[in-house]
């Protein structure tokens, strides 16, 4: 092959037009359907034959078009006021401008700016720098900032090739295309000195090599989002391909990826901040575990810069870190060979005179079953990150145990590792024609308009969106066959393939096994039957792209593409081609019923359904991330999980049963029940209602990033500001933790005595304590003694536990104490208590968050006013 290196030549705008650059180099035009129309209107069929792509419908142009739209004074006008309101919208006060004014009630420090790092952004499908959920939640939780005014930068890297394109073998095998990206084609500008040059950022690698980056920025609305890309000049050919794939290649270029990422990252705002005066971040986000070598990178900074120790440096970096962890499959957890690692920080990305050593434990699986020879990238976010969190409440549980053994001693819901439920963009997800019917009846243009209509009005909108999927379905299949060499004589069946008034169940997602893309097929004769139901028909359409390395998800896509292939089903079941941002957008708002049954509890949150709901959809979905939290009985279905059988197969054929029994007998016939065929369905109907009322202000991003700023940002910029310019606080609790933890193996509980609670005690009871407690060379300044009680489960645990913290009452020889207080019983049940000791929660943010306690052996437990359960 030859090599070839491609460029695109920006067009040239007539001086008239100029504001048209604007509107097409800042993306708010893809959540902004007024800016999209003045795109179209200038042609509307290239703008189709571009993908809804800006910039290449302005490449496309001939010039003589431009000067005939720059000689066009409406056109100029419309031109220029788009570009005002654009402008009103970059530099207006929004919610977070009034927050930061300081509202009654509101946070005493809101951050002057937030680093937001995540591997990859799903945006719009015209900058394909994403693979699934993770990169979508990224790209949302940016707009979602830019609409609240929250002073957001992205950080991630720009991929040549991005994830893949997908298609399919004639035997329905996934077929993988990395169709090269032009950045000079793309949405984005190189960030440049000031004498025109572009600005790099360079990392030192083993063996003399470097690792360097010019750095893209996009405009994401008011948020500028920063990539880097290692495919310049100065690189040697292996390392020009560190930012080829998303995801790929082996685990060197993974971790160099993630260096660049993270250390890289860190370098890049820096220079931003020097070449454009924005300032600092007070705030780090990690979005996943792939970022986390950031904190190094600060640790690294201040070590050099401020000559602090390690350990101080650490304090200082860990107060303004947020960690979000995004999933309990340990296939998406990275991990690296410990000795990797420690070769790639043995040079010029290491703090200055601190050894490997200390490196390397931030990523030690130091639990039981942790594996000692390999650096997990997880583990250390949650040791870099003062503060962190899951992404639904189930997941937050799940997450608290996962990580439980970095913690021991404490109980699960100690773990200091909180969650805030995913939410999604609804300016993005919800479709232009439901935001026009809400409106034209005099109501919001949103989710509350929408379900205000009457039924009528509600139920057309409906089959208008299902209508769209069903012509955008038929053209997705119909190309797909043509790639999979069909002629058109052979295709004429399509035309009439899927049906705009038939039960439409949509499916979309990427297909790791805990997905089970396939769960609806372990009955073929039963699903079939569903299909071709002579009145109560439903149809389905599927998508979704395996990683490449995935055999197993590839063998579920053929699997499943060879159902469709029957003859007899494939005009009610189909699989379309190449998922992305641009097919969800139909297929979501289109489809009445959206499909997830996952593996409980292995899908942390899910955010596809919720941009279903949005539209009208309702959620069938086994109790699993999100839906666990908001189902409500009423705004759709539950699958039933077999949780607790052991065998998968078994589980399968359980929960498939199961989601058989409610298509056929709940959701059909809801869908169906009608008091004449063109009725519309006055049940169903009362649903979607009630899910775009009760789901509506639940799932919005909006809600997500307003929970972000805080709950967790504003506390870590509270946290980043307590350390002041010098860093002070940081280097005290450096040295207070230091002392706490040479002297901690000292200290115990030796002895607790109470009194009060006599044979029969009841609610109103008083118990008495006193605990004896040696605490060696410690004060009593740096512990603090608690009582723990609560209810006692057949298990012997404590549960709902509260703390009393108990008061110095003595001091003796040798380190002694005693400590005193009193509880008063207020719950009846069986009741038990404990007496343990802290570092003082006074200095840390977190009872757990030095992973010390000593605790006492447990009590006896008493029964308040009832026997005991056992
Ligand atoms: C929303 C979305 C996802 C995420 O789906 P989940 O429900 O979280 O699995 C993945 N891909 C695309 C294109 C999406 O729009």
Known sequence: ????????????????????????????????????????????????????????????????????????????????????????????????????????????????????????????SVLPQYSGGLGILAGDHLKSASDLGVPIVGVGLLYRAGYFRQSLSREGWQQEHYPVLDPNGLPISLLRESDGTPVTVSLALPGGRHLHARIWRAAVGRVPLLMLDSDVEENEPAEREVTGRLYGGGTETRLLQELLLGVGGVRALRAYSRVTGAPAPEVFHTNEGHAGFLGLERIRELVAEQSLTWDEALEAVRAGTVFTTHTPVPAGIDRFPRDLVEQHFSGELAPPGVG??????????????????????????????????????????????????????????????????????????????????????????????????????????????????????????????????????????????????????????????YKRLTLMLRDPARLKSLLLHPERPIQIIVAGKAHPADEGGKRFIQDFVRFTDDPEVRHRIVFLPNYDIAMAQTLLPGSDVWLNNPLRPLEASG??????????????????????????????????????????????????????????????????????????????????????????????????????????????????????????????????????????????????????????????????????????????????????????????????????????AEAYEGGRHRYEGQLTLSRTGAFGYSVRILPSTAKTVSSAEMGLVANAVASEPAAVGAPPLR
Request: charged letters at 25%; aromatic letters at 8%.
């Open 356 to 513: 490997a050593d200390r490196i390397l434990a931030l990523g030690a699986e130091t639990y039981e079953g942790g594996d000692p020879g390999v650096f997990n990238m997880a583990v250390m976010g949650l040791r870099l990150g003062q503060r962190a969190n899951g992404v639904s409440l189930l997941h937050g549980d799940v997450s608290r145990g996962m990580f439980a053994g970095l913690w021991p001693g404490f109980d699960q819901d100690e773990v200091p590792i909180t969650s805030i439920t995913n939410g999604v963009h609804a300016p993005t997800w919800v479709a232009r024609e439901a935001l026009a019917a809400a409106e034209s009846e005099g109501g919001a243009r949103d989710w509350e308009g929408l379900s205000r209509l009457s039924d009528p009005a509600l139920w057309s909108v409906r089959r208008t969106l299902r209508a769209k999927l069903v012509e955008d379905a038929r053209r997705r299949v119909r190309e797909a066959w043509l790639e999979r060499g069909a002629s058109e004589p052979e295709l004429g069946w399509i035309d009439s393939a899927l049906d705009p008034d038939v039960l439409t169940i949509g499916f979309a997602r990427r297909v790791p096994s």
């Open 607 to 808: 955010t596809s359904g919720m941009k279903a709901a949005l539209n009208g959809g309702l959620n069938l979905s086994i109790l699993d991330g999100w839906w666990d939290e908001w189902y409500d009985g009423e705004n759709g279905w539950a699958i039933p999980t077999a949780d607790g059988v052991t065998d998968p197969d078994r589980r399968d054929d359980l929960e498939a049963q199961a989601l058989y029994d409610l298509l056929e007998n709940q959701v059909a016939a809801r869908f169906y029940d009608r008091e004449a065929p063109s009725a519309p369905p006055a049940r169903w109907i009362s649903m979607v209602r009630h899910t775009l009322q009760s789901l509506g202000p639940k799932v919005l991003a909006s809600r997500m990033v307003r929970d972000y700023v805080l709950n967790l940002y504003a506390p870590a910029a509270a946290s980043t500001r307590a350390l002041g310019p010098s860093l002070e606080p940081a280097k005290e609790l450096a040295h207070w933790k230091a002392t706490v933890r040479a002297g901690w193996h000292d200290v115990r509980v030796d002895h607790v005595e109470s009194e009060g609670l006599g044979d029969a005690p009841e609610i109103g009871t008083n118990l008495h304590l006193r605990a004896f407690v040696s605490l060696g060379s410690l004060a009593p300044d740096d512990v603090d003694v608690q009582l723990v009680h609560g209810r006692v489960g057949s298990d012997d645990q404590l549960t709902d536990t509260a703390v009393v913290t108990l008061h110095h």
């Open 1 to 124: 092959m030859r090599a070839i290196r491609r460029f695109t030549v920006r067009t040239v705008l007539p001086e008239a037009l100029a504001p048209l650059g604007e509107l097409a180099l800042n993306l708010r035009w893809c959540w902004h359907p007024e800016t999209q129309d003045i795109f179209q209107a200038i042609d509307p069929a290239v703008w189709e034959t571009v993908g809804h792509d800006p910039e290449a419908l302005l490449g496309a142009l001939p010039p003589a078009r431009l000067d005939e739209l720059a000689a066009d004074p409406r056109f100029v006008t419309r031109v220029a006021e788009a570009a005002n309101e654009l402008h009103d919208y970059l530099s207006g006060s929004l919610w977070y401008q009034s927050l930061a004014e300081g509202t009654p009630g509101g946070p005493a420090a809101v951050p002057r700016s937030i680093a937001y790092f995540s591997p990859e952004f799903g945006i719009t």
